[in-house]
């Protein structure tokens, strides 16, 4: 087996190939991927296009080597013309045509094309046209399919041509990504199709709940309603008055202390509404018909120690009906509280915890990114808290907002291997797909076009990028609490192996060389000892 590289209009995907299995097995796999034809697939690798008589184990392929990979069909209805007018003015000189180097126009990607040779290079037209190669250029009569012009010093120039060029291939992109998200839906889609049972089924499920109760956060009548309910003048006054250039991180800080402080109260057994007193719980019920409209799936029920009626306390999801009762436990205070960060236009998502607590996230101008928010503690970007403060064992910490799912369990702990040793109740591949599933739904539901959607998994791999270059323990820290359940894949840690290893880290013997999934491990070890000072 060989790990190569697949580079496919824009997108790189790493895949394990068996080189013994052939070049046709080879090839369904990049139609699996990519959804090319096999008879339209063009692969080519370091200047060699590979042909139905190549032989892979005779290829030389060693791991990361990179594989271009084009459709044929494509490259003919990109196909643009050669000749390139180099005068700008409407009515234009014969003599000022100019014949232009296809690769000035076209970068290095191999293209069809007729073919020249010249010095034993293959060239293109442009080049074969010019003065000092005309009379020594013969056209080629069994070209290569497609290749770069081979010319050292390639001719021509650049004017309004080249700009019509560049705008074409933005269109060409612009279907690619259209192509790329089509595949995407496909797989995805058969995620969310299959029938699952067990624990799968039930994880799914509460996945999925929480997926369909973040759409309240963006109703409009919703957000008009908590706007007239929220101090926003006082708080706007109050996050300006502390100062600094980080006024909206000021306004949600505000937000926590009056949300907790004046709006909304914790409720561990309800009063009496008669009598005024505390109530003691006698179990629970189902939900009526109006309790269920305002999406309460479970009713507790309380009974007063004086008057003995039954108290009811139904557990509601909907933010709406939490503005008018303004009380509740983390749910409801959760809930709540989400809803009116986006009544002030601030980014916010529903965070779930798998050890029975919910809270939410702001996405910070501080720190370029969502961080920890709790309504419930009036804690501002305090992801330890649960961990060290509480002394919780997470497991499964998921976020929710319209436009995406995530899975941010490694935000949360200064342990991600005893973390991975508790997320025992569906495999981790599985996991990972379903969260990639319904994320890539929930960019759909946001109704972002295809481009829009592509630029945002870019911005996540790039974060990805970022990780593995920057030196900072706690920036580190940060970024890889986002990226690291991409990768859980690689099992527990062991941090007493890599103890004695952290300045061959911090000295880059480890770069390219070495897998990142030592370089994860490391991490983790480095950024467990500042970590205290997020709390």
């Keep these: 087996m060989v790990l190569l590289i697949l580079v496919f209009e824009k997108k790189e995907v790493s895949v ?21 034809e096999i008879e339209d697939q063009i692969l080519i690798s370091k200047g060699k296009t590979l ?20 459709s044929s069909s494509k490259l003919k209805k990109a196909a643009l013309p050669i000749v390139q007018v180099s005068n700008e003015s409407k009515q234009e000189d014969p003599s000022e045509i100019k014949m232009v180097c296809s ?8 293209i069809k094309q007729p073919a020249f040779v010249l010095s034993g290079n293959y060239i293109c037209l442009g080049c074969s046209q010019s003065n000092e190669n005309k009379q020594y250029a013969k056209r ?47 797989q995805h889609r058969m995620v969310m199709d299959t029938v699952e049972f067990g624990a799968k089924s039930e994880f799914k499920q509460r996945v999925m709940s929480s997926f369909q109760l973040v759409t309240q956060y963006e109703d409009r009548f919703l957000i008009q309603k908590a706007r007239q309910v929220i101090p926003i003048q006082r708080l706007v006054s109050e996050a300006e008055n502390e100062g600094g250039n980080y006024k909206r991180d000021n306004l949600v800080r505000r937000l926590l202390h009056w949300f907790k402080n004046e709006f909304f109260r914790w409720v561990d057994q309800p009063q009496c509404p008669k009598c005024g007193i ?29 008057c003995n009626d039954q108290v009811r306390f139904p557990r509601y999801n909907h933010a709406g009906k939490l503005l008018e009762t303004r009380e509740g436990r983390c749910g409801e205070w959760a809930q709540c509280f989400t809803l009116c960060c986006r009544a002030l236009d601030i980014p916010a998502r529903f965070v779930s915890d798998w050890t029975d607590h919910v809270w939410t996230e702001v996405e910070s101008e501080e720190f370029g990114q969502y961080v920890h928010t709790d309504s419930c503690e009036n804690k501002f970007n305090a992801p ?86 920057i030196d900072d323990c706690d920036e580190k820290r940060d970024i890889f609490s986002i990226v690291f359940s991409d990768f859980s894949e690689f099992g527990k840690i062991d941090i007493a192996l890599l103890s004695d290893n952290i300045e061959m880290y911090k000295n880059g013997v480890w770069g390219q060389g070495e897998c990142w999934k030592r370089e994860l491990e490391i991490s983790a070890l480095l950024g467990s000892r500042k970590i205290g000072e997020f709390i």
């Design 103 to 110: 690769k000035l126009k076209l970068g290095e990607d191999p």
């Design 278 to 306: 505390k109530t003691t719980a006698i179990g629970s019920g189902a939900p009526n018909q109006s309790e269920q409209s305002f999406f309460a799936g479970v009713v507790e029920l309380y009974v007063c120690t004086k």
């Design 16 to 36: 394990e190939v068996s080189l013994e299995s052939g070049l046709e097995v080879f090839q369904s796999q990049i139609f699996s991927l990519f959804d090319v």
């Design 140 to 186: 080629c009569t069994n070209p290569p399919p497609y290749f770069v012009c081979g010319n050292p010093k390639p001719k021509g120039i650049v004017s309004q041509a080249s700009i019509d060029l560049k705008r074409g291939m933005k269109s060409i992109l612009e279907n690619a990504n259209a192509t790329i998200c089509k595949e995407l839906r496909t």
């Design 51 to 70: 042909s139905s008589e190549t032989d892979l184990l005779k290829c030389g392929f060693v791991d990361n080597q990179k594989v271009i990979v084009m």
């Design 384 to 469: 330890l808290l649960y961990e060290k403060g509480w002394g919780k064992k997470l497991s499964y910490v998921i976020a929710f907002s319209l436009s995406e799912v995530v899975d941010v369990s490694w935000r949360y702990t200064e342990k991600p291997n005893e973390v991975l040793s508790r997320r025992n109740l569906v495999p981790e591949d599985w996991l990972k797909n379903l969260v990639a599933a319904f994320d890539f739904l929930a960019l759909e539901r946001a109704s972002l076009n295809a481009e829009a959607r592509i630029e945002i998994l870019e911005k996540r791999k790039k974060l990805q990028e970022k990780w593995r270059e």
